[in-house]
């Protein structure tokens, strides 16, 4: 399907409000419509024949050909279709998004994805404070959907997020979470000072071999488990040694952790607990969305566990015994703890759509409406 295409003629010389260029306000337009639409400003009027080419296409995809800074809005609103940026936004992209797909090839200003209630968004590039945070006087953040960010976050990254994923590939700023009523916030890298301030519920993610090389992560282990304990959801990936990791007691009940793995992608996969929410909420999961896989199922699969540990899937290398310490759920006070050691962290970059799925899931246990 051809997309509308809007090329940018010249870098605006003021601010520019974006909101009226999403698909469902210019659906049915005709090219010369859509070129007098006024964009609102902050001093003259502009009209989108103004400042852009517009390429005849269907307005359910529309493709913005060279961003700025100085475009905010972007997407506001938007419940359907796709809109694409090859290039930078300003403030409140994706601002109260329904649905839809919002893609910015380049960086993104403060407030995006305020107050979004479904659809994903992915930012290339850095994206500014108050990532998915409320505005002033506003109750809560974003409550629904899920955005990528390829680089950094400012500060105070997932401010009083009721519901939805916000995932950080590189870096957040200080108060990252802060006042987080219940969802998702991955950091990837480092986050800043005074991480979770406030934070009431919501899922925490440890990265990979975070036990192996974070100091840190080892000291405030208790206060990770307090998190749970008090009905957080914390989720704890692989690590990589054994002797360092068994010794330090870091789950809430006893369980060993082994050097045992998964090599074979293709290895069938069993689903142990199938009424458990996990295969159900928000999306449902059966045994065929371990197809095309990439790599390796998973590895330093725990070998040892407490029964209050639910394995949740079993696979095996050929000519080996079923591995089901791969993935264990087990309630812990008024929350969760979640071992993975499945390598989603190969899937996910990948775009491997059923593992995209279950880790969606993962990220909702404990979050499923009541």
């Not at 649905?99 to 290339?124: K, P």
């Not at 996990?278 to 029964?307: A, T």
């Amino acid at each position: 399907m051809k997309p509308l295409v809007l090329r940018l003629r010249a870098a605006p010389e003021q601010r520019l409000d974006m909101s009226s260029l999403t698909p469902q306000r210019l659906a049915g337009k005709s090219l010369r419509e859509i070129d007098g639409v006024e964009l609102q400003t902050t001093r003259r009027a502009v009209r989108v024949g103004d400042l852009f080419h517009a390429s005849d296409g269907n307005a359910e995809h529309i493709v913005i050909a060279g961003g700025s800074e100085r475009f905010d809005r972007v997407g506001e609103g938007m419940s359907a279709g796709s809109i694409t940026v090859d290039g930078d936004v300003g403030i409140r992209a994706g601002r109260r998004m329904a649905g839809g797909r919002l893609t910015i090839n380049g960086n993104a200003g403060h407030w995006t994805a305020s107050g979004m209630t479904a659809g994903f968004i992915e930012i290339a590039g850095d994206v500014g404070d108050r990532l998915g945070g409320p505005l002033a006087g506003e109750v809560h953040g974003m409550s629904g959907g899920m955005v990528v960010v390829r680089g950094h976050a400012g500060a105070r990254a997932a401010d009083r997020l009721r519901r939805g994923a916000l995932i950080v590939e590189g870096n957040a700023g200080d108060d990252a979470g802060s006042r987080m009523l219940a969802g998702t916030l991955i950091v990837r890298g480092v986050a800043g000072a005074r991480t979770g301030y406030l934070m009431r519920r919501g899922t925490i993610v440890l990265g990979i071999r975070a036990y192996d090389t974070r100091e840190d992560v080892k000291k405030n282990n208790q206060r990770l488990l307090n998190y749970a304990r008090d009905g957080g959801t914390l989720m704890v990936q692989y690590n990589t040694e054994p002797a360092n990791f068994n010794p330090g007691n870091f789950t809430p009940y006893p369980a060993q952790l082994s050097r045992a793995r998964v090599s074979v992608e293709e290895s069938p996969v069993t689903i142990l607990d199938p009424k458990n929410p996990v295969f159900h909420y928000p999306n449902p999961v059966s045994e065929s969305d371990f197809s095309g896989w990439v790599q390796e199922r998973g590895l330093y699969f725990m070998d040892q566990w407490n029964e209050k540990y639910t394995p949740l899937l079993a696979c095996n290398d050929p000519g080996e015994s079923p591995q089901k310490g791969g993935l264990l759920v087990a309630p812990y006070g008024k929350g969760y703890y979640i071992y993975n050691a499945y390598s989603f962290f190969r899937q996910l970059p990948f775009g491997v759509p059923g593992a995209i799925r279950l880790y969606v899931n993962l990220l909702s246990v404990g979050h499923e409406p009541k």
